[in-house]
């Protein structure tokens, strides 16, 4: 009964290639996000859905495209990988505004 | 206090002793605030958050402290454990789901 999981946790793969990150809550939150985290812990936000809705979307490269197909479920979609999409990507969600976030455990992208 | 920067802060204590970490936040118009901790390979973990109509809140064996005045937070984790070892962040809620986080500071616990 996780939270918030997220799929895979471990992905591997070369410059160039498409990949994507799955997400899905049973919190019933109704808000949704993807982080960024750098090899100095640092958390950026990309992007955030609020009941399928786009409400949030950071300077992050046009590579990186998010869809939500309903309020449980958020994913994570990457063009043409490069090397410094290297990272731990992670979902988390709330319940709207001013609401604490419950994370996923994140998946460590490594583009080689 | 915290600020985005090269280097991930690091805080040692020695085990049992009281932890305290601090951080600044920036905006004034801030109405929430919580603590997260980060054990190595997971995801944040909510710890304790408090509203800007306090200035402390208590938990288990945690208490944060709200200065709004020079807007500081602080994490005080009282009879420091090995599991508390962690990076800990502070985020601060600036309204419209957006939520301002610190850089983190790395908690080592001496035996």
């Known amino acids: 009964d996780t939270a918030v999981s997220q799929t895979p946790k471990y992905l591997v793969t070369q410059m160039g290639n498409d990949k994507s990150i799955k997400c899905e809550q049973n919190l019933g939150h109704d808000t949704m996000y993807w982080y960024k985290q750098d090899s100095k812990k640092f958390l950026k936000i990309m992007f955030s859905y609020n009941n399928k809705e786009l409400i949030i979307n950071e300077t992050v490269p046009n590579r990186f495209s998010p869809k939500s197909p309903d309020k449980a479920h958020l994913n994570l979609h990457i063009n043409s990988l490069e090397l410094g999409d290297s990272a731990v990507y992670f979902c988390a969600s709330s319940q709207g505004t001013g609401k604490a976030y419950t994370f996923g455990s994140g998946t460590r992208l490594t583009v080689v | 206090g915290e600020s985005v920067g090269l280097h991930l802060p690091t805080l040692s204590v020695q085990e049992g002793d009281n932890s305290i970490i601090n951080c600044a936040y920036s905006?004034?118009?801030?109405?929430?605030f919580i603590w997260y901790k980060q054990e190595s390979g997971k995801g944040p973990q909510f710890i304790i958050d408090i509203r800007s109509n306090m200035d402390k809140r208590q938990g288990q064996r945690v208490t944060v402290l709200l200065n709004k005045t020079v807007k500081h937070l602080s994490l005080q984790i009282a009879a420091t454990q090995p599991g508390d070892s962690a990076v800990y962040f502070c985020?601060?809620?600036?309204?419209?789901?957006?939520?301002?986080w610190g850089a983190g500071t790395k908690l080592i616990i001496k035996p």
């Open positions: 985020a601060e809620n600036i309204g419209n789901y957006q939520l301002i």
């Open positions: 905006n004034s118009a801030s109405d929430y």
